[in-house]
C-alpha cells in the first residue's frame, strides 16, 4: 500500500512537472502568475484559452477585474462560482491599478 | 513534442472542461520558446494568442517589411490551412451565390493598395485611466502594399442585390470556449469603393499565415479590424451583423465621454477610419545622444485622409517648427518625415511630433479617452539626454 501511495505520488509529481513544462512551451515561456491562493484557479480557468503575458500586462481596477472575470466566465472560462470573488479579488490585489508596468519582452530567435 | 491535446491532458488534471477542448495547434506545439520565425525583435505582447508590436525604430520606412508587420490575433491562427482546400464562399443578398478557390480568385483582375494598417487599440496603454485589452504602445500599425482582387468585382460578379447594404467577413480564426467568433460588417459603399479588396499579397510575396493566408479583406483606411483575415466567407447582409466585434466591440460613443466615465450601448457607432497621428520612431524614449546634428525621424498617418505637415518640437511644446515629408505617399499610406535638429547646449530635452491632415485634423495634447482604448493620438513624445 505504501509502495503503491508513493507510486501515485511520483506519477502525480511527473504529471505535474510535464505540466510545467508543456505550459511553457504552449505559452513561449511565458512568466507565471502572481502567487497566492487563486493562482491554480487562474491558472486553470484563464490560461486555458489564453497564455498568462495578456493577464501580466493589465492594470485595472477591481471593478473593471469583475467586468472581465464575468465576460470570460461568460466565453467559456471554468470558474468555480464559490471561487469567482477570491478570484476577482486576487487579480484586482496582485495586478492593480498602482503596480508598475509589466515589462514586455521581445521575440528571440 | 507536445500537442495541446497533450498539453490539455497534462495541465487539465481533470479541472479543465471537455467543452474547451481544441484541436492540436501544430505552429504553437513547435514553438518553445520565445521564438517566432520571421518575427524577430518585436515586442511580444502574447504568444498565445500571437500579438505582436513593432518597437518604434521599427516605424522608420516607408514600407514595412512583413517580419516588422505588427500582428494582431483575437483568438487561434487556424491550426491547418491547405491553399488548395481553401474556398471563399459569397453569399446572402447577391443574385449568384458562389465559391471561389484560390486559383479562381488569382484569375481576377489584381490590384496593389499601399495601406497603413493600425489595430483600433494602438495606445492603449497611453490612455489614463487604464483599460483593459492588449497594452498597445506605438507599434501596431504598419505601412504595406496589398494586392489581390477588388472585393467590388467579386461581389459585382455575384450581383448585389438592392436589399444588400452591409457587407460581412467571416475568416477561419479558431474559437476557444464559448468566445464569439470574429465576424465582422463594413458598409456597402466602403465595400464597393475600388481601393477595397481580398488581398492574397502583401509586399509582393503571398500573405503569410500570421497575415492572413491566403487571402485577406483590406479595407484601407480603416481600423486593422476591419481587414479581417483568413477569409473564408464573404456575406452581404441588409444590416450591420450583429455580434460581439460589431457591438459593443469595437464602438465609440456618440457623446463626449469623460476619462472614467460610462458609455450608453445604443448611443455609440463602429469604429470605422483611422485618426490622424504621428509617432516618433528615432531617437527612443530615454535615449542618450550625441553629436551637432541630431535627426529626427518617424511616420505620420491619417486614415482616410492625407498628411499636411508634421511639426516637430523640441522643447517640450514650446515651439514648433515643421518637419520634412518623405517622398513617397500613397492615398491611405502614412508619410515618414524627418527632421535634422541642432541642439543649442547638452542637456534634457522632450522632443514631440504633431500631426495635421487635410481634414484640418491636429492630433490633440490628450487623446479622447474611451472604455476601450481606440484610436489613442496624442502628440507623441520623447525625452533624450543629449550629450556634450
Known amino acids: ?109 | 513534442m507536445n500537442s495541446r491535446r497533450d498539453f490539455l491532458k497534462n495541465v487539465g488534471l481533470g479541472m479543465v472542461g471537455a467543452s474547451l477542448v481544441r484541436p492540436a495547434l501544430s505552429w504553437a506545439a513547435e514553438a518553445n520558446s520565445q521564438a517566432v520565425p520571421g518575427k524577430e525583435g518585436m515586442i511580444l505582447r502574447s504568444f498565445r494568442f500571437l500579438d505582436l508590436e513593432a518597437p518604434p525604430e521599427f516605424l522608420n520606412t516607408w514600407l514595412t517589411p512583413v517580419p516588422h508587420f505588427f500582428v494582431r490575433n483575437h483568438m487561434f491562427e487556424p491550426s491547418s490551412l491547405e491553399a488548395g482546400e481553401w474556398r471563399l464562399s459569397v453569399g446572402g443578398e447577391v443574385e449568384k451565390p458562389m465559391s471561389l478557390s484560390l486559383g479562381e480568385l488569382s484569375k481576377l483582375e489584381s490590384h496593389t493598395v499601399t495601406n497603413t494598417l493600425e489595430c483600433a487599440g494602438n495606445g492603449r496603454a497611453f490612455h489614463k485611466p487604464q483599460l483593459p485589452g492588449v497594452q498597445w504602445e506605438k507599434g501596431a500599425v504598419g505601412n504595406a502594399r496589398f494586392t489581390g482582387p477588388r472585393l467590388a468585382d467579386i461581389l459585382k460578379r455575384a450581383g448585389v442585390k438592392e436589399t444588400g447594404k452591409h457587407v460581412m467577413f467571416r475568416g477561419l480564426d479558431e474559437v476557444p470556449g464559448k468566445v464569439p467568433p470574429f465576424v465582422r460588417s463594413i458598409p456597402i459603399e466602403k465595400a464597393m469603393d475600388s481601393d477595397t479588396l481580398v488581398a492574397t499579397h502583401m509586399n509582393g510575396a503571398p500573405l503569410n499565415k500570421h497575415h492572413g493566408f491566403p487571402a485577406r479583406a483590406l479595407v484601407p483606411g480603416w481600423i486593422g479590424a476591419a481587414s479581417c483575415k483568413w477569409l473564408t466567407e464573404i456575406k452581404v447582409l441588409e444590416k450591420e451583423f450583429e455580434g460581439n466585434f460589431m457591438k459593443p466591440g469595437y464602438r465609440l460613443s456618440n457623446q463626449p465621454v469623460a476619462p472614467g466615465g460610462s458609455v450608453n450601448p445604443d448611443d455609440t457607432h463602429p469604429v470605422t477610419a483611422l485618426n490622424v497621428k504621428s509617432v516618433i520612431a528615432t531617437p527612443n524614449d530615454g535615449a542618450t545622444v550625441r553629436g551637432r546634428v541630431v535627426q529626427i525621424h518617424g511616420v505620420a498617418w491619417a486614415g482616410e485622409a492625407d498628411i499636411v505637415k508634421v511639426d516637430v518640437s523640441t522643447d517640450a511644446g514650446a515651439s514648433w517648427r515643421p518637419a520634412e515629408l518623405g517622398k513617397e505617399q500613397a492615398r491611405y499610406a502614412w508619410r515618414t518625415w524627418s527632421h535634422a535638429w541642432k541642439p543649442p547646449r547638452a542637456g534634457e530635452y522632450t522632443v514631440m511630433a504633431r500631426a495635421t491632415d487635410s481634414q484640418g485634423r491636429v492630433q490633440p495634447d490628450i487623446a479622447a479617452w474611451n472604455p476601450s482604448g481606440y484610436l489613442y493620438n496624442a502628440i507623441d513624445k520623447v525625452k533624450i539626454h543629449v550629450q556634450g
Not at chain 1, 23 to 45: E, K
Not at chain 1, 72 to 77: E, L, R, S
Not at chain 1, 81 to 102: F, G, H, M, Q
Open chain 1, 1 to 109: 500500500m505504501f509502495k503503491g501511495s508513493g507510486r501515485a505520488v511520483l506519477a502525480f509529481i511527473v504529471s505535474v512537472l510535464l505540466g510545467t513544462c508543456a505550459l511553457r512551451a504552449q505559452s513561449g515561456g511565458a512568466p507565471d502568475l502572481p502567487a497566492g491562493a487563486m493562482q491554480a484557479t487562474a491558472r486553470t480557468a484563464c490560461m486555458e484559452c489564453h497564455e498568462s503575458r495578456i493577464i501580466l500586462q493589465q492594470r485595472l481596477s477591481k471593478a473593471a477585474w469583475t467586468k472581465e472575470v464575468d465576460k470570460m466566465i461568460k466565453w467559456g472560462a471554468v470558474v468555480d462560482p464559490k471561487d469567482r470573488d477570491a478570484l476577482i479579488d486576487y487579480l484586482s490585489t496582485n495586478l492593480s491599478v498602482d503596480k508598475a508596468a509589466e515589462a514586455a519582452s521581445r521575440v528571440g530567435k
